[in-house]
């Protein structure tokens, strides 16, 4: 198969679909692989480790979406490079369809199979998700904690403290792979963690594994409420995966909250779970609605883009390796899960999760994919 590797153009985004040793071994399998000038940049690699790992290098993206039978990128495609997809043409990224409906139009318009990392399944797990959770989660106390300093606008709060005086307070709503790494770092950080969660299994093993070090309890519209007045700092991590974001705080839960509150915003590729939240850049990460400062950034890992690049890689490049040398359909078949991935597939969506947000309607993957 031809696979191809853009540059991603996304605001501030420096990640890359392929590293050079993926190119290596998806060429030892047989794969002719070409990656965009400059793709690597961002993470310090350069055209010529993959030239030397097998792989062409083209100047021109519109001959890498022209030639390419597979395409492997990051995020979601940008309108401009839906526009390029052709039809039967596969896609592999993170697409989170439901918080986007044009790209979704664009999409089905294009005819191309769109496989998006973040409902592929493994068991209950979202494998391809998980490694940018954990940096997500990781990197949205960091942020919050940046946010909190008067100099960027918090209320010069520090989360650890000082000797006699009090640390500060970080509420963590959802309590999977993103709200547990948040509320690890800022434990170590020093501060006082609460994780709220509706599934009382998750509260019950979380409360075994933290021991009290961090209190978790049932998420609901009055712990909610109670929660977030006493918090400094509130990280929104929740998902059901492949819909919208449920918004689990509301505009006026933000009138009861203290001024100067620093919200970190994870699951907004997914729409966001504050009722006030839109995506925002990593140029321009920030801004405040009801005294409280929004921290919306829809790809945080893509701030360290080459952790982030290498711990997808590793997730991701089985699955590649699969869809190139079986292609889709025998991919789907052979590894349980691969199928929840397919989101849109020539002209139809797949995915049930998305269309029913979308209110659009879907067809199962078997019958789109066997379509011609
Ligand atoms: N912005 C980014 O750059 C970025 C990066 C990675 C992940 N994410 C997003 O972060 C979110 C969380 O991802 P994850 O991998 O931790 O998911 P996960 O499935 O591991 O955890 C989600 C948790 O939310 C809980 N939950 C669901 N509805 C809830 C509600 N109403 N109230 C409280 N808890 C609720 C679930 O029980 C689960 O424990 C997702 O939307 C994901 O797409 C964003």
Redesign the pocket.
């Known amino acids: 198969m031809i696979i191809g590797v853009p540059k991603e153009i996304k605001n501030n985004e420096f990640r890359v679909g392929l590293t050079p040793d993926s190119v290596k071994v998806l060429v030892s399998h047989g794969q002719i692989l070409k990656v965009e000038a400059g793709a690597g940049m961002g993470i310090g690699v350069s055209d010529k480790e993959y030239l030397e790992a097998g792989a062409e290098v083209i100047s021109e993206v519109g001959e890498i979406f022209r030639d390419s039978e597979l395409i492997i990128k990051v995020k979601e495609p940008q309108p401009e490079e839906c526009k390029l997809l052709r039809k039967e043409q596969i896609l592999f990224t993170y697409l ?1 369809l439901a918080a986007d409906r044009r790209q979704t139009e664009l999409l089905l318009e294009s005819g191309a199979i769109a496989i998006g990392y ?1 409902t592929v399944k493994k068991g209950g ?2 494998p391809l ?2 490694p ?6 990781k ?2 106390v960091q942020a919050g904690a940046r946010f909190l300093e008067k100099s960027f606008g918090g209320t010069g709060i520090l989360l650890g403290g000082a000797a006699g005086v009090l640390p500060a307070r970080v509420l963590v ?9 948040a509320a690890q770092v800022a434990l170590g950080m020093g501060a006082e963690v609460s994780i ?4 009382a299994g ?1 509260v019950r093993s979380l409360n075994d594994k933290y021991r009290g070090s961090i209190k978790c309890s049932l ?2 519209t009055d712990s ?1 409420k109670r929660h977030s007045q006493a918090s400094d700092l509130i990280i ?6 492949g819909a919208g ?2 918004k ?1 705080v509301t505009r006026e839960t933000l009138r009861i909250m203290r001024p100067g509150t620093v919200i970190v ?6 729409g966001g ?1 504050f009722e006030t939240s839109r995506p925002t850049t990593h140029e321009d990460p920030v801004f405040v609605v009801e005294g409280v400062l929004h921290y ?7 701030a360290v883009p080459k952790t982030s690049t290498f711990a997808l890689n590793k997730v991701t490049l089985p699955y590649i390796i699969k869809l190139a040398t079986r292609g889709p359909d025998a991919a789907f078949t052979e590894i349980p899960g691969f199928s929840d991935g397919l989101n849109i597939c020539k002209g139809k969506l797949t995915n049930k999760a998305v269309a029913d947000h979308l209110e659009l309607p879907h067809v199962d993957w078997v019958s789109a994919i066997g379509e011609g």
Do not use: F, R, Y
Not at 196 to 199: A, E, G
Not at 265 to 270: L, R, Y
């Open positions: 989170h973040e797990d979202l998700l998980a940018m959770s954990e940096i997500a989660g990197l949205s709503i959802g309590g999977g792979i993103v709200g547990q790494n709220l969660d509706t599934s998750k998420s609901g909610i929104g991590a929740v998902l059901s995966p974001a449920p689990v915003d994870v699951a907004i590729d997914q779970c919306c950034v829809a790809n945080i890992p893509g």
